[in-house]
């Protein structure tokens, strides 16, 4: 008998639970800790000014400038807070990347200023408030911009009637032309399409196959509107006929080391919702639910959601229009993110 068993023959079971207790509080404070630092230690700053977290701010502010852009009421002018950002985090890409021309993130930036350049120079909108936000030779730049298929931003018209089909193509077909759509047709999303929509979802991978993954389903528009408004980031367009939110039920998981795992299965069943979504020919966007502690209580209260669940995303639902503007949204290649080992 080794020394473990034979101190666990001795002690009571209820002192030995307790023990085994204590030290799991012990350790998920410790992870707690390390976690922290580490991830407060290295995520992108305003002052960063290494490569890899100016391009972390490149790209977000690069996505809000093609959400502009594809806004069905396009609106000209807007955006200049987010123009003085990207002009901002591109002078910085010039200093911290020796190779700048041919970074992708500052060639993604020079198309998306190219767009709102010949937007608003074929509406005939005056842009010098804008163009002082530039360097001359930013400005001048992507004013001669010419894209190719690798290297793109903004937003182009997608012709929804291509969806038609898209249960009989393949697995690959379909999610090269998934795009997030935040504007829908007014016709009504049959609960019968969304109850096939799950079912397929089911199918996705969970630990053990424990299947902790939740879903509320909104339809009533001014509860989603009211949920809409806690979360934020939809302001600006008409409210989605359906809104889900994905959440994970925490008693599905069993310890200090499973701590990560609600968002992992999480995240793997919206994904697998998302592509059931595009398959059965309805439009979506993923949208975030990084609550904060109020944003989270606020929620709960109005979806009577229990504690012991914790939210992943929002996902915004609706029938495809005749034709929607969509953002670009370009991809790394994958050489740039495999690491050979």
């Not at 000209?76 to 987010?82: A, E, L, N, Q």
């Not at 530039?134 to 894209?147: D, G, L, M, T, V």
């Not at 528009?221 to 039920?249: C, H, W």
């Amino acid at each position: 008998m080794s020394t473990k068993q034979t101190i666990k023959s001795i002690v009571p079971s209820v002192v030995w639970n307790g023990l085994k207790f204590i030290k799991e509080q012990v350790s998920i404070r410790k992870a707690e800790r390390i976690q922290s630092k580490r991830f407060m230690g290295w995520i992108s700053r305003e002052e960063s000014t290494d490569k890899a977290r100016i391009e972390t701010r490149l790209a977000f502010d690069i996505h809000r400038l093609e959400k502009g852009l594809s806004h069905v009421e396009f609106r000209d002018g807007f955006g200049k807070g987010v123009l003085a950002e990207i002009s901002k985090r591109m002078v910085l890409l010039e200093k911290a990347d020796a190779g700048y021309s041919d970074n992708p993130l500052y060639l993604q930036g020079l198309a998306v200023l190219h767009e709102y350049q010949h937007r608003h120079e074929a509406d005939g909108y005056d842009l010098s408030q804008v163009k002082v936000l530039f360097p001359e030779h930013i400005w001048n730049k992507a004013s001669k911009y010419q894209s190719d298929d690798s290297i793109n931003a903004g937003s182009f018209i997608m012709d929804t009637s291509s969806k038609a089909n898209n249960l009989s193509k393949g697995f690959a077909e379909l999610s090269e032309h998934r795009y997030s759509v935040r504007e829908y047709s007014p016709e009504p999303v049959s609960q019968e399409l969304l109850d096939r929509v799950y079912s397929v979802s089911m199918k996705t991978p969970s630990v053990c196959n424990r299947q902790a993954t939740r879903v509320y389903q909104l339809t009533d528009p001014e509860k989603i509107r009211a949920a809409l408004k806690i979360q934020g980031g939809f302001n600006g367009y008409d409210m989605p006929p359906v809104l889900l939110l994905i959440t994970s039920d925490i008693r599905a998981f069993m310890n200090n080391g499973e701590r990560n795992e609600p968002f992992v299965d999480g995240g793997l069943f919206s994904m697998s919702l998302l592509y059931a979504l595009e398959a059965h020919g309805l439009a979506a966007c993923p949208l975030n639910a990084m609550f904060s502690l109020p944003q989270d209580s606020a929620t709960r209260e109005l979806l009577s959601m229990p504690e012991y669940e914790l939210p992943v995303m929002y996902i915004a639902v609706g029938n495809f229009p005749e034709a929607v503007p969509v953002c670009c949204s370009t991809r790394r290649m994958p050489e740039s993110i495999v690491t050979r080992v």
